[in-house]
């Protein structure tokens, strides 16, 4: 592809490349204009027609856009913004710098603008920030011959064309119809006879993530947006709830690590906001697990004694670290899939126990068994000590690793947070407790 | 909801029920199936029309769909295979246990069963088997009535209608086309003068998940399916891609937590068949920090001598883990976001190492201060040991939790396995040698 591109260009073949380009999906030229130089993108993007580059910019990176939009005339950057669908408008306008955006509003038509702004208003993450004003409304009485009338006429600059909003002269939702609907029924037939009146729609206050669970459950290509008054304002499209959908998995496997969200991507991000965005999570938990080494420390006479007790720490805090890491991240996620509620806690808990039980006893064979072999058979007791530990601190880890969600989901706070880095440093403190204890009133040391 | 129609079927108003359920959306039934007893799930499915049971049928889970079947006599079985679409159809037996899926396959048109034969036939995670066979296909010399009339004739038993394939006679594919441009196109227009020949095709054994990635990339609707000879065999559309990508982000959770992924719900995984999923990893893990406990041994003389170093074992190896577990994550998910590639190597490994260097450096200070509340001042030898420990341990964390993942992905084996589990477990190793030399060195213990 780049090649071609690059030779046609050479030869200064500009329909050729003006074809060429047509063919090429929007989406593919982000990774394209990674790979060339700058003035080369320019003229790429120049000879492309009108729609065309507006498709092309709406997929481009935010540091290509602002590229961009510095080398446009004003004429230029206009063009694009009348092309662009609003929800792209708005998205541009949330990722440039204030002198780029001064510049974009000026060159939108106040009637836009206008709706820009009512775009730009809404809170973040809410329904009103990812929807589209541009849609096909219709009216009851209209007849199917007359649907298609409108959406022929007023079709190609929609997003999405194949589900229409059946309006009241108020403009509230009454029914929605799919062309598919449209295209078998009969001509001279009235859309109130067809059109579905059980309309499923969202309010632009609503969270974006039960929006795309929305879609992801009921299989939309689009949904409607009400206002307070149920007046229809616009509509998401399939694609956009896809991104939400993707995003929010992403923040959670980022807070799930001890990372604070972040929306650029991991080579975007200066190595300074890396920092930042870790730094928090890994001083508190450092601090927490402070308490750890002093519960240690009261132990002295313990393992001074008996040097060896020490040498099971790291395999009794990683053992529980991970028992816990893997009942947090299946509650977790069996919350943010609505598999899993509030209600079910003793449900879960009791299931998380008698897993425990299992695993925890199967380990404390395993490791028994290593005990006799790696040290004399004289070991029993300790064999005992640890493997006790290890079955405790499994019950108490899938304890903690279902009650510490669950507690964060009912304080409204996310339960990601609650995840296996915080539980580790917990459940750590806890198996030390517990194994001193038992060594102590076990081994008598 | 379920009051309603508990009423209804009480007072035994079968007519306005079927009214009442039609307008229920059919991804609604799961959940309320979940709330009533059986024989009155019975009463509610046999009262749906045909197209509704069926639309209903593939909402339900396995258990569900199976309890139902064995209720059903052949003809009412036969009635549901009818409607459902064929990718529904190949899930359902794939869920059912081998007795029901005798039943289905008898009770399926002998063409039907050869489909779903083939259907089945596609290797596991292939494109092959999330695709249905029901498409519309044109002729490049019909007319847009033509195609109209095509879409109209057959349109409503395709899952989407929306996208229209253009064929040869020997079935490859030549193009593409949308009802919307067929919408606005003049109805005596030839197809093959507006159809996109550009078309973006799948190989049925592509792997699912890459099919997912161009979905979410070109916002398509549907996908087409071609075999070795470029015939189109099936189409993929995008709900069926976005379960997919939903399906890939659990597994990955479920990994990088040391659990070994399972498509079944969290309850109806029994507790024996969640404790097969995690003993696993801990097994393995729980051996490996042995190797941790026998390093430490092996500085019995140092600790005796000076007990308090036992304490900051924990605060270093939680550290470590924390580190590392950031780093994998971040390098896991821009793999699987196809944003960081193997050739990045070099450039994501030397980031790291700076982002260690400043949050190392941040910690040790931070820890250094409390030593010297906690213990007294004379103690500054030790703050220099653990402080230089921490910078080590960051630096190593984050190298390992690049170079492990980056690895795995070289190996053509899956990253996610290199998730913070195992990088803490090494990690742990490395950081207890480290501290206890430095000590050594430092202290001169």
Not at 3 to 21: A, M, V
Not at 372 to 396: E, H
Not at 412 to 441: E, G, H, Q, R, W
Request: glycine share 4%.
């Amino acid at each position: 592809m780049k090649e071609e591109i690059l030779e046609l260009i050479e030869k200064q073949r500009f329909n050729d490349l003006r074809e060429y380009l047509e063919k090429i999906n929007s989406a593919d030229f982000p990774s394209l204009f990674e790979e060339i130089e700058e003035e080369k993108i320019l003229i790429i993007y120049r000879i492309l027609s009108k729609e065309k580059a507006a498709k092309v910019f709406a997929e481009l990176e935010p540091d290509v856009q602002e590229k961009l939009i510095n080398y446009f005339t004003d004429k230029e950057l206009k063009n694009v913004l009348d092309e662009l669908f609003f929800d792209d408008t708005v998205d541009l306008i949330e990722e440039m710098p204030a002198n780029v955006v001064k510049r974009i509003l000026r060159n939108v038509d106040v009637k836009d603008r206008k709706i820009i702004n009512e775009l730009l208003a809404y809170p973040d993450d809410s329904a009103g920030t990812i929807m589209t004003t541009e849609f096909i409304d219709l009216k009851e009485n209209m007849t199917v011959e007359d649907a298609f009338e409108k959406i022929r006429k007023i079709g190609l600059e929609k997003e999405t064309v194949y589900t229409c909003y059946v309006l009241t002269i108020d403009r509230k939702v009454i029914g929605v119809i799919d062309v598919k609907q449209l295209l078998i029924a009969n001509k001279e037939e009235k859309i109130k006879n067809i059109m579905n009146t059980n309309v499923k729609t969202i309010s632009t206050l609503t969270d974006k993530e039960d929006v795309a669970k929305m879609f992801d459950k009921y299989n939309f290509i689009a949904m409607p947006v009400v206002d307070m008054e149920n007046r229809l304002v616009g509509i998401i499209t399939i694609d956009d709830a896809i991104d939400v959908l993707q995003e929010e998995a992403e923040e959670d496997f980022e807070k799930m690590a001890a990372v604070t969200p972040s929306d650029e991507s991991y080579f975007k991000t200066t190595v300074f906001k890396h920092a930042k965005n870790r730094i928090v999570w890994l001083i508190f938990l450092m601090l927490a697990s402070i308490l750890t080494g002093n519960v240690i420390s009261m132990y002295e006479n313990a393992f001074s004694a008996l040097p060896i007790l020490v040498a099971f720490v790291p395999l009794l805090m990683g053992t529980g670290g991970n028992c816990g890491a893997q009942t947090s991240t299946l509650v977790i996620r069996g919350f943010s899939q609505d598999e899993i509620k509030l209600k079910d806690f003793l449900k879960v808990w009791w299931k998380e126990v008698r897993v425990a039980i299992l695993v925890g006893t199967t380990l404390a064979l395993i490791n028994a068994i290593r005990i006799f072999i790696q040290y004399d058979i004289g070991q029993t007791k300790l064999a005992v000590v640890v493997g006790l530990t290890l079955i405790i601190v499994a019950m108490l880890a899938k304890s903690l690793g279902c009650i510490l969600p669950m507690l964060a989901k009912k304080l409204k706070l996310d339960p990601a947070i609650m995840a296996s880095p915080l539980i580790t440093t917990i459940v750590d403190t806890c198996s030390v407790l517990v194994y001193f204890n038992l060594a102590v009133l076990i081994l008598g040391v």
